[in-house]
């Protein structure tokens, strides 16, 4: 089955920053990749995801990059606010499955 | 984006007693939907899966008749825990699939079993 492994699992940058967190899976079926932000107490927002049609997705300060031959993608954050901090996770799919299978998270902290 | 709904945020209850949790779609209808538990600075640990109309799909290692789901219709699943020990206490999310693939989650359930 699909495995996906994340790092770092804590990422410190300082306001205004950018942030990157990586993030690889095992699965070449899998072809679609979202990154959640979880504020404590919270279930997972959807942040921005990407589909194995295309390498890379903007919106606004966030990004993310897509690369199939090496199984990995990226969330990349720009001009990083104190409000970013949280913990990110990605996950990946197959269409075959429903399942989402989940990175272990990255707790980020911006500091002002 | 889409909206799920869970409900309640927090609950607390006795030692024994069941508990239910509501997981509802607002803005679209979901044929499945999916249950989580999150232990404190871990990733999300997927539950069961739920389908409308038929039975739920346990994972490995989950109790099926603690851990009661049930899907009646396209937009509410429900997770009931029964005979509830303080060893389930743990936050509780659903998920569900819009026809665009995309999930989206339910606000969590902070279940504390005294």
């Known amino acids: 089955g699909e495995n996906v492994e994340q790092h770092p699992s804590t990422l410190s940058v300082q306001e205004g920053d950018s942030a990157v967190i990586k993030c690889t899976y095992s699965d070449s079926a899998s072809n679609y990749f979202p990154w959640y932000k979880q504020e404590l107490g919270k279930g997972p927002q959807l942040i921005i995801d990407?589909?194995?049609?295309?390498g890379e997705k903007k919106d606004q300060r966030i990004a993310v990059t897509l690369n199939k031959t090496a199984k990995h993608f990226s969330l990349h954050i720009t001009e990083t606010q104190p409000e970013d901090s949280a913990v990110y996770f990605c996950?990946?799919?197959?269409?075959?499955?429903?399942?989402?299978?989940f990175g272990t998270g990255t707790r980020l902290l911006v500091s002002p | 984006g889409a909206v799920v709904s869970q409900h309640p945020s927090r609950v607390i209850c006795k030692s024994g007693t069941s508990v239910k949790i509501e997981c509802r779609s607002l803005?679209?209808?979901?044929?499945?939907m999916f249950w989580y538990r999150q232990f404190p600075k871990q990733s999300l640990m997927l539950m069961a899966t739920?389908?409308?109309?038929?039975?739920?799909?346990?994972e490995q290692g989950v109790e099926k008749d603690k851990f009661l789901i049930n899907h009646a219709s396209l937009t509410l699943s429900t997770l009931t825990v029964t005979s509830a020990h303080p060893e389930d206490s743990s936050f509780y999310i659903c998920s569900a699939f819009t026809q665009d693939e995309e999930a989206f989650f339910g606000q969590g359930t902070r279940l504390t079993v005294v």
């Open positions: 996950a990946a799919k197959n269409t075959g499955f429903q399942k989402l299978v």
């Open positions: 739920s389908n409308e109309g038929s039975k739920a799909t346990y």
């Open positions: 990407i589909r194995s049609n295309v």
């Open positions: 803005d679209f209808q979901a044929t499945t």
